[in-house]
């Protein structure tokens, strides 16, 4: 298996988190230039969850126990047995796409930054969790979601969607199938893995109708 790197813009604006709102309000962009806000409890948490996950699925040791505090970002995050746990769904699952695709080929990208410069829309750039590429058959991309609160589905999610023209970049029309998926083992609903699938000919359709012009309108002077 080997791990793969994407290329990544210096001077990005529109992360794939964030694509969703941008597309209801593309003046976002323009509004929130220059301001720096600090960072929630709640973001701080899963960034560190992220970072445990990024070492585990590196096969490195995170060297953390339950009841340690980590500090990240000016908050004190306890890392408890619930964060552990919730960390080793996301990476029991990833090791099941892993086990599926164990004797073809792949390309493996792990908390890999990249744009959509391939595109013309070098300012749409982001980090993509997990994926797995398998040539000429599956693209797979999962993003682990540490929050409870707020539920996020799969389907038809754009920065779902954005992570899989960034792992994919200018081999994604070779691809038979694009499987995408959100980990959320602490999401209120119980459903813990969300996934959908969807083929190169449709991502593209809903960049050329959807995307680009979205970015296009975020990134002018008078965007709304």
Known sequence: MKSGGVHMAEHAEIGPSGLGAIMLCPGMVRMQRGRKDATSFAAANGTVAHMIGEKLLKGKRPNIFPGEKITQEGHEIPVDKDMLDAVQVYIDHVNEIRERNKDNYCIEGIEAKGDLGFLGIPEVFGTCDYSLSVPF???????????????????????????????????IGTFDTIDMGIVQPRGRSGETIKTWQTTPSELMEWVESELKPTVKLAMSKDAP
Do not use: F
């Not at 589905?153 to 960034?166: E, R, S, T």
């Open 137 to 171: 058959k599956t693209l797979y991309v999962r993003d682990y979601k540490h929050g409870q609160g707020v539920l996020v589905d799969a389907v038809d999610n754009p920065q779902l969607m954005a992570y899989a023209l960034i792992a994919g970049q200018g081999m």
